[in-house]
């Protein structure tokens, strides 16, 4: 529904918002472009954001400047805000065309929950709502209009917008306009005529992925004039990639999956009998997992989406027909439990985990029964040019997972784009070279030399190279990370360890970390394995090297969630003696030592729910996991320090802030009796 909230930090008035349309140079007066420190004061007052991210502020800048712009962003990365600010800033009406009207509703539904005027048009509403909602489009009380291509280019609709005269169009997922790419929609096609119908009005296409090819496309079908194109990189540096060999996969997946209790995942499977099976097995394991494919009735498919963004059911088993327009950002993990048909298709699915930027995993299992049966469906295909591209995009596929080289490096390589890089959790490969470095390097397969992959044997590709037995080294990674906590996070891993084994060196003795609890609880332990297990930890991103501050280590939010129990650690730890078999009944007193805390995250949690359910919307639309999370560890007990978390704006703050700053009080109360 559209709001009648006030615009916060809106320029110019309603007078001006039928005004659209025009470029400069029309006559039409342009609202001047805002400074950066305006857009960065909007950014944070209406969106709860204190920064932007890569390439945002100029593309807002660019859309307020009245160009036509083309944006290929990683997912996650942040393309909504780069139209709905400007659309907030601007007079006028800004209409995005997104495929599926499921996406629409939980885009609106985030607007208002900011407290901007924002509304969809689609099918799923009756006649007298979408009057509703159209006649405050005419009336200029919407900023934001969201509908579906194929409504767009109806004659009644386009009579509406030729009186809105739309200041812009933002083509959502614009891939799906050209045949090349792998999500094709023909009522894409329609949208070639808005050039046409609207030629005041600027057009910005938005996608995750394009090839050179579907570039070219997307930029002739729109018929974008001089766009500036902003091309952000391919890498999403919170994804760790994970391939695995498909043997005792479903015991592999469990496992798994038992580590990870509470996330939210997908996992796709080839066919719907495929996800029927599996969904059911992982809940007679006690999993909460829903089937999903395109054979389920649209209400039942609605409503298992539907739990899956309300964290109703945490695992959605699906073909690929669950995925376009899944914006739940708090995806944890992206598992492929059969062989994607191409590599393009596996970064869009997998690219689905952590659009909020928070540490997510994709694993893939791969076999090569799996490409037997792809080569199956590659040779019924009628035209001879469809089997050879096939052919060529498997061949990519099964190359990178059979590779021995940096997973991370090879999927950008595909995009035409080097690394330059390597974030600390990156993939398999690199996580296990790195912890086997120095110990039984002959037993490394050595990196492929550069244009291997074109020379790939056709012979059956082997399974991945699985180096060494994955260890669970929780326990023992709770004890460093409490030690890390516990002196501060201020010292180096070899400070660490002295503390850990007890060290009476006069360095320990002078700061007192012989006092800790911490103190002499891995004496057990060599230094030497200590050290082995904090490097890999280093490597699978539980810790981290402050930038600024030589050699010293701090806790990621994924050694948090270690920390408070949320996570279990499984490492190939090469130097990590077994001797000890790690048990559930031996955590040591201390590993409770939580930055942030727990029981306040637990509690902010359930009140998150609970306010949504009231609402009626998704979770994280009332607020993200990361902001709880600072809230927790930050404890605010005022509404100015409520407005100081990331991801809290003004409407938030005043809507959801008395809730939320009652439940902390409670909280601290309870704490302190
Ligand atoms: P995309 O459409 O590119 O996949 P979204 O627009 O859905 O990405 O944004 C992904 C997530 O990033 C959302 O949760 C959004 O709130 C968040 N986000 C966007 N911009 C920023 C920013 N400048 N600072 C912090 N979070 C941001």
Redesign the pocket.
Known sequence: MASGAEQPARPTGDAAVRGGGARPGDGAAEPAVPTDAQLLAT?KTT?G?????PQ?QDIVRAILAGQDVFVL?????????CYQLPALLRPGLTVVVSPLIAHMKDQVD?LEALGLPATYVNSSLDAVEISSRQAAVALGRVKLLYVAPERLVLPRFLDLLASARPAFFAI?EAHCISEWGHDFRPEYRELSRLRELFPATRIGA?T?TATRRVRADIETQLALEQALTFQGSFNRPNLHYEVRGKKRAYQQLVAYLRTRRGASGIIYCHTRAGTEELAAKLRADGLSAVAYHAGLEGDERRQRQDAFARDETRIVVATIAFGLGI?K?DIRFVVHYDLPASLERYYQESGRAG???QPSDCILFYSYGDVAVHKHFIAQKPSPTEQRVAAWQLRRMVDWATGTGCRRRALLAYFDERLDRQPERCCDVCHTSAAAAGAASAEQPAPRPAGADEQASHAPPAPPATAREVIDCTIPAQMLLSCVWRTGQRFGIVYVVDVLCGSRSQRVLQWAHDKLPTYGIGRERTREEWRVLADAMLDAGYLRRKPDEFNAVEITERGRAVLARREDVLLRVAGWGTRQPTSRTARPADVNANPADDALFEALRALRKRLADERGVPA?VVL?DAALREMASARPTQAAELRRI??VGERKADDLGPAFLAAIAEHLRQRSE
């Not at 954001?49 to 991210?53: A, C, D, E, P, T």
């Open positions: 950014l969106f954001h204190v920064g932007f991210r945002q962003m990683p997912t996650g990365g942040g393309k909504s805000l985030r959502d938005f995750a914006d950002p659009r909020d930027g994280y993200h990331p991801g």
